[in-house]
């Protein structure tokens, strides 16, 4: 934000030279804790906010660092807002691409009329107050930012605020609301979402303007400890196969493996606990699809994001007064437009049924499922509410399993079995383990015995040692992909499909 409203500025008007002033100031003098032995920190805000990672108690608590304001600036703050908010009245803030130039420079001027000749420093800090207030998400605006965290929740009146953070989990944080401050907080996050809580709609499901999910409850209507609220992040980049192999959430080898599968059409579900990875291990081997492939995503909230363009994306709906458009809804829908790929974010209920047909009819299909091991995935989809017929399983080639594991004090989350399933000739289903992880050395073991991987090397007329040398090979590429970093998605599917087509140009001479 702070580089974009220095580029509307022109450098010799004197707001640009004030606004660049405040930011070489250093406000850390005024955080609230000294944070130089925390487990870590990092800027959220900078100059202004800091996320510091402290240990207390034996209890990691995340902890937002912001520039705190004396008796006599929170009189000021109050007071200027006041003006600030009437002027703002008549302008259009929501359509203004420019919005924190236009607030930047009502605010000096409101500053300069009521006579306030503040020093620098205070200055800053009111200003980075007044603008997270009209603009952001007041205290909540800066773990927004915060890269590294996944969903932000608040339970109730007086209790604090969690994250879950990629490297800690779910940890509390210095964030806490009363009554007051969360029912006006709660309305102000309905509201930025284009929606509307009240004490006859408690309960709102939505998404904020910067892409992120957010339920709220409002009252004491349906929760016990009054309004509450769960934001759900979601990465402006995605991420790809090549962070899921650095982050040793997979193996080079085992993401080959998926690349071969996928680039080839077969079946996969993905399955694990709550906030595991699955969705994004779907998001990341989707990379793999051929570039110019007819993609459909099916998802209750919008969270795939593929470079390819050959996509169409689809989520569920709310239609007002005439009821709402389900999955099962965009499922049959999707089939009408011949994809060759179906992406679904999570089957639940009778969209399982249209999921397995698809499969049955030549689609590829992937999806995720909540459950703990291939046993429990089969047993919930033959099973109350899904009933799938065990013959439909025929086309299932590959079943993923996903899970949170805690490796020195760190939440890390690892692909733990590939599976390969198939129907035995009297109508049972069999599957054998490709990779399994090796929990007490943390990685990837591959099982040498893959049908999946002799049955592609037989369709490109390849024996089972060249299909094996081949996911080497692919392996290997990853990993040098890994040194070299494409700078984004559209440059990484840009590289696999070069590698793609010199693979088959390879395979046509011989």
Known sequence: ????????????????????????????????????????????DKPFAMAAILEKEDDIVYHLLQPKLTGEEFVLIERIHRVLRDRLFLEDMAQLESRETLLFEKFVGTLEE????????????????????????????PILRDPYIEDISCNGYNLPVFVYHKAYGSIPTNIMYSQEELDRFVLKLSQKANSQVSLERPLVDATLPTGARVQITYRNVVSTKGSSFTVRMFSAEPITPLDLVSWNTISAEAMAFLWIAVENGRNMIIVGGTASGKTTMMNAVSFFIPTYSKIVSLEDTREIQLPHQNWLPMVTRDVHGRGKVEMFDLLKAALRQRPEYIIVGEIRGREAATLFQAMNTGHAVYST???????????RLIHDPINIPIAMFAPLDLVATLSVEYIRGKAVRRLTTLHEVWMTKRGELDYRTVFERVHGEDRLEFKGESKVLDDIGLRYGMDRKEIREELRSRAEFLRNMLEKRPVNMHHLLKIVDGYRKEFYRKLQTG
Do not use: C
Not at 121 to 136: A, D, E, M
Not at 369 to 379: F, K, P, Q, R, T
């Open 369 to 379: 499922l909540h459950a703990g091991d291939i046993e429990s995935a089969v047993n």
């Open 114 to 141: 009521l006579g306030m000749g503040l020093e620098l420093p205070s200055t800053g800090k009111i200003w980075y107050h007044l603008r997270n207030n009209f603009l952001g998400y007041e205290r909540l605006d």
């Open 1 to 44: 934000m702070m580089e974009r409203i220095l580029r509307t500025f022109k450098k010799e008007t004197e707001h640009g030279k004030l606004y660049r002033e405040l930011l070489k100031q250093d406000y850390t003098a005024f955080f609230d804790i000294d944070y130089s032995n925390s487990l870590e920190s990092y800027w959220l």
